[in-house]
T-cell receptor, first 113, second 113 residues
Framework: GAGVSQSPSNKVTEKGKDVELRCDPI?????LYWYRQSLGQGLEFLIYFQGNSAPDKSGLPSDRFSAERTGGSVSTLTIQRTQQEDSAVYLCASSRILNTEAFFGQGTRLTVV | GESVGLHLPTLSVQEGDNSIINCAYS??????FIWYKQESGKGPQFIID?????DKRQGQRVTVLLNKTVKHLSLQIAATQPGDSAVYFC????????????FGSGTRLLVRP
């Protein structure tokens, strides 16, 4: 597709389970960002990739969160042993190179019950 | 992780009037700025960007102004329409923050018919 694609669009999981969120960036975009947005709030930076490398992981809330990117394209954000406070919309964005406009996907709404 | 926008201020304008949305940024080393529009249930949508070597940039019905002296960014929307109702975020990138895209606190724009 032409835009950033995220899947699933909605995910309901039980507390303690692991979840994987997927992001397909715009083709050719080397930079990829993950954010978390709680209801009615701003965007919390989690991690970004330049190619397959993650220069800055400082935003990951805990060691239950991890992310990887392979082939300079698809990225997965994994949350292990989910907690209720992990409930939020997880947004992915990509840009052609760093320091240029970033385009967002529609997000994955995660609900931990 | 970094988080912003805990309480969103609201700007209410009459349809047809001009809107001005303000953003104060914190990092004097930031050299690239983006305005995003976010409608309910959707990911942020790129509106306009500006680099630090400029103080004004115009798009279709939108103008961004940058005042580096006071670290202030504004988004002006001409002839505001009901479809402009959304939450607006400014975002900044700086080399000394390893090029991660950091979002400022959002502003909710309500357009009265």
């Amino acid at each position: 597709g032409a835009g950033v694609s995220q899947s699933p669009s909605n995910k309901v999981t039980e507390k303690g389970k692991d979840v994987e969120l997927r992001c397909d960036p715009i083709s050719g975009h080397t930079a990829l960002y993950w954010y978390r947005q709680s209801l009615g709030q701003g965007l919390e930076f989690l991690i970004y990739f330049q190619g397959n490398s993650a220069p800055d992981k400082s935003g990951l809330p805990s060691d239950r969160f991890s992310a990887e990117r392979t082939g300079g394209s698809v990225s997965t954000l994994t949350i292990q042993r989910t907690q209720q406070e992990d409930s939020a919309v997880y947004l992915c964005a990509s840009s052609r190179i760093l320091n240029t406009e970033a385009f967002f996907g529609q997000g994955t709404r995660l609900t931990v019950v | 992780g970094e988080s912003v926008g805990l309480h969103l201020p609201t700007l209410s304008v009459q349809e047809g009037d001009n809107s001005i949305i303000n953003c104060a940024y914190s990092n004097s080393a930031s050299d690239y700025f983006i305005w995003y529009k976010q409608e309910s249930g959707k990911g942020p949508q790129f509106i306009i960007d500006i680099r630090s070597n400029m103080d004004k940039r115009q798009g279709q019905r939108v103008t961004v102004l940058l005042n580096k002296t006071v670290k202030h960014l504004s988004l002006q929307i001409a002839a505001t329409q009901p479809g402009d109702s959304a939450v607006y975020f400014c975002a900044e990138i700086s080399m000394d923050s390893s090029y991660k895209l950091i979002f400022g606190s959002g502003t909710r724009l309500l357009v009265r018919p």
